[in-house]
T-cell receptor
Framework: GAGVSQSPRYKVTKRGQDVALRCDPI?????LYWYRQALGQGPEFLTY????????KSGLPNDRFSAERPEGSISTLTIQRTEQRDSAMYRC??????????FGSGTQLSVL | GENVEQHPSTLSVQEGDSAVIKCTYS??????FPWYKQELGKGPQLIID?????GEKKDQRIAVTLNKTAKHFSLHITETQPEDSAVYFC???????????FGKGTKLSVKP
């Protein structure tokens, strides 16, 4: 596709369930980033990859959050044992060179 | 780590006037400073960026200035139009090759 694709667009889950959020970056983009954006706030860094290697995961809030990009393309952000405070818009972005980031439309996660 | 402060949080201007949004950063190693525009329900979109070896960059009605000594950079929009209404985010790269750290955003309203 032409842009960064994220699925699902909306995810409603019950507290304690695991969720997996998917990101399909722009073809050929080396770097892939995960951000979380609360309403009325700027994107908050979670983690990023160059190819399949996770370069920085310092933004992941705790060990319930993990991400992978096994073949250097599609990435999955997994949240285990979800809590209400995990509710937010999760955004993925990709970049050819680590500078110009292209963002997807995001996954709106609601934990009930 | 990097910290980015953005002001003002809201800005209202008359159509045709200029708008200025200012950001400061803390990491002297930062070398890349992009600006993003986010419309309602969409992901952030890159509108202009500047590297630390340049003091100013212009693209039609949009310009960005950078003062490395003072660690601040600004977005200037001239001849504002109603379609410029959106939330604008500044960002700074953590270190010379790291991820982007975003400001909290400025909601710009352009009144016809």
């Amino acid at each position: 596709g032409a842009g960064v694709s994220q699925s699902p667009r909306y995810k409603v889950t019950k507290r304690g369930q695991d969720v997996a959020l998917r990101c399909d970056p722009i073809s050929g983009h080396v770097s892939l980033y995960w951000y979380r954006q609360a309403l009325g706030q700027g994107p908050e860094f979670l983690t990023y990859f160059n190819y399949e290697a996770q370069q920085d995961k310092s933004g992941l809030p705790n060990d319930r959050f993990s991400a992978e990009r096994p073949e250097g393309s599609i990435s999955t952000l997994t949240i285990q044992r979800t809590e209400q405070r995990d509710s937010a818009m999760y955004r993925c972005a990709s970049s050819l060179s680590g500078e110009k980031l292209f963002f997807g439309s995001g996954t709106q996660l609601s934990v009930l | 780590g990097e910290n980015v402060e953005q002001h003002p949080s809201t800005l209202s201007v008359q159509e045709g006037d200029s708008a200025v949004i200012k950001c400061t950063y803390s990491d002297s190693a930062s070398n890349y400073f992009p600006w993003y525009k986010q419309e309602l329900g969409k992901g952030p979109q890159l509108i202009i960026d500047i590297r630390s070896n340049v003091g100013e960059k212009k693209d039609q009605r949009i310009a960005v200035t950078l003062n490395k000594t003072a660690k601040h950079f600004s977005l200037h929009i001239t001849e504002t139009q109603p379609e410029d209404s959106a939330v604008y985010f500044c960002a700074a790269r953590q270190g010379s090759q790291g991820n982007l750290i975003f400001g909290k955003g400025t909601k710009l309203s352009v009144k016809p």
